[in-house]
Nanobody, 127 residues
Framework: QVQLVESGGGLVQTGDSRRLSCTASGGTFSTYAMAWFRQAPGKERMFVAGSSRGGTDTAYADSVKGRFSISRDNAKNTVYLQMNSLKPADTAVYYC????????????????????WGKGTLVTVSS
């Protein structure tokens, strides 16, 4: 059974940066395409960023493009989400997800193919 554990959430100010981490256990991390999603209060969960298995392709939601960056360290079984220039609209619970056997070359862009999910970490951006 694959387990994903997010960390790095907390309370930040508008304009601050924050890095989220998601560490996987119980499987072979290098065989997973990875993605981050978020769910704001009262809203549906939405895609934020994705990374192909090989890490060479990444994808971003328009709302975070240019501010957020996804990366992965297969040796540490960890995927990161670097968030810069944070805004109150970024306030949400952030979830990482893994797609077993996902594409080596293309990053996931939807939740449809995700097989495992973490429990989430809350990021609150104050104005």
């Amino acid at each position: 059974q694959v387990q994903l554990v997010e960390s790095g959430g907390g309370l930040v100010q508008t304009g601050d940066s924050r890095r989220l981490s998601c560490t996987a256990s119980g499987g072979t991390f290098s065989t997973y395409a990875m993605a981050w999603f978020r769910q704001a209060p009262g809203k549906e969960r939405m895609f934020v960023a994705g990374s192909s298995r090989g890490g060479t392709d990444t994808a971003y939601a328009d709302s975070v493009k240019g501010r957020f960056s996804i990366s992965r360290d297969n040796a540490k079984n960890t995927v990161y989400l670097q968030m810069n220039s944070l805004k109150p609209a970024d306030t949400a619970v952030y979830y990482c997800a893994a797609e077993v056997g996902g594409s080596y070359y293309y990053a996931p862009r939807t939740s449809g193919g995700m097989d495992y999910w973490g429990k989430g970490t809350l990021v609150t951006v104050s104005s």
